[in-house]
């Protein structure tokens, strides 16, 4: 193998350990927000009505309510533990989704090396770009004009989408905490 030959399969290597990343990111989005919500709808119906973790259905829905009273102190300890739980795997979930944009990040860098080295542009014409618009307040009339009909590649920066899920994993830690805050001090 020449030279060559060997960049473009490392280059291969980088593009397919970045799709990886890609699948296992939405993978995990998927499976953890769909657990929050549906907890989080459950926290607040809690909330709400005043019950403790919904203990009132619990309750209803099975021989339970007959035989015992719902206890407001265990429900409020059981609310609290699976809320910490919660905000653990979120802090978990939050560091791993850190930990995949600087590996997409150092691969992306890598293929623009690789890209260099070869005299392949397509990399570094999309960064251009985006550097571009990003700044296109300070852009020539003749540049804005020039780059109008390429804004598709406005969002092509490497690594770009892990910052809107890592704050929606800050924003359901706050609302975590703020759950279980109010349920202590209001139920």
Same mark, same amino acid.
């Given at each position: 193998?020449?030279?060559?030959?060997?960049?473009?399969?490392?280059?291969?290597?980088?593009?397919?350990?970045? #799709?990886?990343?890609? &699948?296992?990111?939405?993978?995990?989005?998927?499976?953890?927000? /769909?657990?929050?919500?549906?907890?989080? +709808?459950?926290?607040?119906?809690?909330? @709400?009505?005043?019950?403790?973790?919904? !203990? /009132?259905?619990?309750?209803? !829905?099975?021989?339970? *309510?007959?035989? @015992?009273?719902?206890?407001?102190?265990?429900?409020?300890?059981?609310?609290?533990?699976?809320?910490?739980?919660?905000?653990?795997?979120?802090?978990?979930?939050?560091?791993?989704?850190?930990? !995949?944009?600087?590996?997409?990040?150092? #691969?992306?860098?890598? !293929? *623009?090396? @690789?890209?260099?080295?070869?005299? @392949?542009?397509?990399?570094?014409? &999309?960064?251009?770009?985006?550097?571009?618009?990003?700044?296109?307040?300070?852009?020539?009339?003749?540049?804005?004009?020039?780059?109008? +009909?390429?804004?598709?590649?406005?969002?092509?920066?490497?690594? /770009? +989408?892990?910052?809107?899920?890592?704050?929606?994993? /800050?924003?359901?830690?706050?609302?975590?905490?703020? +759950?279980?805050?109010?349920?202590?001090?209001?139920?």
């Amino acid at each position: 193998m020449d030279r060559q030959e060997i960049l473009l399969k490392e280059y291969e290597a980088c593009q397919t350990h970045n #799709n990886s990343i890609g &699948s296992q990111v939405w993978v995990s989005t998927t499976i953890f927000l /769909s657990i929050n919500i549906t907890l989080l +709808g459950w926290l607040l119906h809690s909330i @709400i009505t005043k019950d403790a973790f919904g !203990m /009132s259905i619990v309750t209803s !829905m099975t021989d339970l *309510g007959n035989i @015992i009273e719902p206890n407001i102190l265990g429900t409020k300890i059981a609310t609290t533990a699976i809320g910490i739980g919660i905000i653990c795997i979120l802090r978990f979930w939050k560091r791993w989704l850190k930990r !995949m944009r600087f590996q997409t990040t150092v #691969n992306f860098d890598r !293929m *623009g090396t @690789i890209e260099r080295k070869l005299r @392949i542009c397509r990399h570094t014409i &999309s960064r251009r770009l985006d550097k571009t618009f990003k700044h296109e307040e300070h852009c020539t009339p003749e540049q804005k004009r020039r780059f109008e +009909g390429k804004r598709k590649f406005w969002n092509y920066f490497p690594a /770009s +989408g892990f910052d809107g899920l890592i704050r929606i994993a /800050s924003i359901l830690i706050g609302l975590w905490v703020s +759950g279980i805050v109010y349920i202590w001090f209001t139920i």
